[in-house]
């Protein structure tokens, strides 16, 4: 939307910008994306006369269910006045000192619909460059290039990093650069009780991706605009993150889910069918929920619990063993959707700031169930109500970290190759992780990693 206003109707105040004409639009300095000086476009009448210079100033406008948009609004005046107020808005712009100048962006152009140069170069890349922020773009060529990206990038050149894609390809950059920050300072990382070291940098995301959960924890939507501008506007929090160990080793560290059993089939299986894109998340789920048959396992669980009157950063903690009885699955959530689920459809970005507090998280244990009760569960998890957590089907826990052993796991690898596959694989935010003799074993690690959020 763009709108004119007159000069004498723009007042600008300490930290804000005020238009009191019928509009009556109150806009704080840190939500300014940029101001210059225009002009009329040339025409008939602009050709008889002088054109008239305008000051250009937009800003960003928060609107309904966490949406944001960049407005314009046009102010007239003579040149002498739109450059004296120009020069006053730049001055205090400037002083917003977590604006990012600088960025190191990582494309992935094959995830999800395939979008992401034309999302970055058609919607991001204009605002970026209104704010006045210069960018260094790597594109990745082929699977796991991602990696090689971020390991061979100076991150001590940007302010922070803007990943355009979705969770596989924000969890690549992360586990390299946590990796890379315990290795620097030698710490024992491999041990769940090590306390780890935070990343520094910031990192942004604009959720182009078949998954794209983080950015829904982060903004509240996936829509490509408000992305770019929670970068824009420079403002961090620290997210808690998780660790999944096995074997004696960190394996992989997680911002959204971990699931072992049933689920990691199906994972398994539509990472199989990626030729199905996103309908792959609705089609396999519907079929092997109603032909697949589910194995239930004896599941050795042991968990560390957690409360909500309690907060610390302390990653120690006593494991109890809790007894579930035979379950098709397991899946962990990185938040704490059960203390924050209401009759309502969640709010995941509340649900992400009370979770960034507490540390605690949802551990979900899926028991024997019909082919029509499993469904029921799964389309549960579209709107994360609190009726989800009171099927009789679901046993749900409130932790802190968990132990997990699946049973059997050597004994059946040549009798069948599915259970073998189910009980030696993990699904790690919708990535595949091989886990030593079925044990594996997670923690969340307190404001681990800073991400670019107003929220």
Same mark, same amino acid.
């Given at each position: 939307?763009?709108?004119?206003?007159?000069?004498?109707?723009?007042?600008?105040?300490?930290?804000?910008?005020?238009?009191?004409?019928?509009?009556?639009?109150?806009?704080?300095?840190?939500?300014?994306?940029?101001?210059?000086?225009?002009?009329?476009?040339?025409?008939?009448?602009?050709?008889?006369?002088?054109?008239?210079?305008?000051?250009?100033?937009?800003?960003?406008?928060?609107?309904?269910?966490?949406?944001?948009?960049?407005?314009?609004?046009?102010?007239?005046?003579?040149?002498?006045?739109?450059?004296?107020?120009?020069?006053?808005?730049?001055?205090?712009?400037?002083?917003?000192?977590?604006?990012?100048?600088?960025?190191?962006?990582?494309?992935?152009?094959?995830?999800? !619909?395939?979008?992401?140069?034309?999302?970055?170069?058609?919607?991001?890349?204009?605002?970026?460059?209104?704010?006045?922020?210069?960018?260094?773009?790597?594109?990745?060529?082929?699977?796991?290039?991602?990696?090689? *990206?971020?390991?061979?990038?100076?991150?001590?050149?940007?302010?922070?990093?803007?990943?355009?894609?979705?969770?596989? !390809?924000?969890?690549?950059?992360?586990?390299?650069? *946590?990796?890379?920050?315990?290795?620097?300072?030698? +710490?024992?990382?491999?041990?769940?009780?090590?306390?780890?070291?935070? *990343?520094?940098?910031?990192?942004?995301?604009?959720?182009?991706? @078949?998954?794209?959960?983080?950015?829904?924890? *982060?903004?509240? @939507?996936?829509?490509?605009?408000?992305?770019?501008?929670?970068?824009?506007?420079?403002?961090?929090?620290?997210?808690?993150?998780?660790?999944?160990?096995?074997?004696?080793?960190?394996?992989?560290?997680? +911002?959204?889910?971990?699931?072992?059993?049933?689920?990691?089939?199906?994972?398994?299986?539509?990472?199989?069918?990626?030729?199905?894109?996103?309908?792959?998340?609705?089609?396999?789920?519907?079929?092997?929920?109603?032909?697949?048959?589910?194995?239930? +396992?004896?599941?050795?669980?042991?968990?560390?619990?957690?409360?909500?009157?309690?907060?610390?950063?302390?990653?120690?903690?006593?494991?109890?063993?809790?007894?579930?009885?035979?379950?098709?699955? &397991?899946?962990?959530?990185?938040?704490?959707?059960?203390?924050?689920?209401?009759?309502?459809?969640?709010?995941?970005?509340?649900?992400?700031?009370?979770?960034?507090?507490?540390?605690?998280?949802?551990?979900?244990?899926?028991?024997?169930? !019909?082919?029509?009760?499993?469904?029921?569960?799964?389309?549960?998890?579209?709107?994360?109500?609190?009726?989800?957590?009171?099927?009789?089907?679901?046993?749900?826990?409130?932790?802190?970290?968990?132990?997990?052993?699946?049973?059997?796991?050597?004994?059946?690898?040549?009798?069948?190759?599915?259970?073998?596959?189910?009980?030696? &694989?993990?699904?790690?935010?919708?990535?595949?992780?091989?886990?030593?003799?079925?044990?594996?074993?997670?923690?969340?690690?307190?404001? &681990?990693?800073?991400?670019?959020?107003?929220?």
């Amino acid at each position: 939307m763009v709108f004119k206003v007159d000069v004498e109707f723009f007042v600008l105040e300490k930290e804000r910008l005020r238009i009191s004409d019928r509009n009556n639009i109150c806009v704080e300095i840190c939500d300014v994306i940029d101001c210059h000086l225009s002009e009329e476009p040339a025409g008939f009448l602009s050709g008889l006369f002088c054109s008239s210079p305008y000051l250009v100033v937009r800003y960003i406008s928060k609107g309904k269910n966490y949406k944001w948009t960049a407005e314009t609004v046009q102010v007239t005046g003579s040149k002498e006045e739109c450059e004296a107020l120009q020069d006053k808005i730049n001055e205090n712009l400037g002083q917003v000192n977590q604006r990012p100048k600088k960025l190191g962006v990582f494309i992935n152009p094959i995830g999800g !619909s395939q979008n992401s140069l034309d999302v970055y170069s058609k919607v991001v890349y204009p605002l970026f460059k209104a704010a006045n922020i210069k960018c260094d773009v790597n594109v990745s060529e082929r699977p796991k290039h991602m990696i090689d *990206l971020i390991n061979c990038f100076d991150t001590a050149s940007v302010d922070g990093l803007v990943i355009v894609g979705g969770d596989g !390809s924000l969890l690549e950059v992360l586990n390299c650069l *946590l990796t890379q920050a315990q290795k620097e300072a030698g +710490l024992d990382y491999d041990q769940p009780t090590c306390k780890l070291k935070h *990343l520094e940098i910031p990192i942004g995301i604009i959720p182009t991706g @078949t998954g794209n959960g983080a950015a829904n924890f *982060l903004y509240g @939507t996936l829509d490509y605009v408000t992305a770019a501008l929670h970068i824009i506007r420079g403002e961090t929090n620290e997210n808690n993150i998780q660790a999944v160990y096995s074997g004696g080793k960190l394996m992989s560290f997680s +911002l959204i889910a971990i699931a072992c059993g049933f689920f990691t089939d199906m994972m398994y299986e539509m990472d199989r069918q990626r030729w199905l894109k996103k309908a792959r998340y609705a089609v396999v789920p519907f079929c092997m929920g109603l032909f697949k048959k589910k194995s239930l +396992l004896n599941v050795k669980l042991s968990i560390i619990p957690g409360k909500l009157s309690s907060e610390t950063d302390d990653v120690e903690g006593t494991m109890e063993k809790m007894e579930v009885g035979q379950v098709s699955s &397991l899946i962990s959530f990185s938040g704490d959707l059960f203390n924050n689920a209401t009759d309502s459809t969640m709010d995941f970005v509340k649900m992400s700031q009370s979770t960034r507090k507490t540390g605690l998280f949802t551990l979900l244990a899926f028991k024997e169930s !019909s082919r029509l009760e499993f469904l029921s569960c799964f389309m549960g998890f579209l709107t994360m109500t609190r009726s989800l957590f009171q099927k009789d089907c679901i046993s749900t826990h409130t932790v802190r970290g968990y132990k997990v052993k699946l049973p059997g796991c050597n004994e059946n690898l040549d009798q069948d190759p599915s259970i073998a596959r189910m009980n030696n &694989l993990l699904d790690v935010d919708g990535e595949m992780i091989d886990i030593y003799e079925g044990e594996f074993e997670v923690r969340t690690h307190m404001k &681990l990693a800073k991400f670019y959020t107003s929220h």
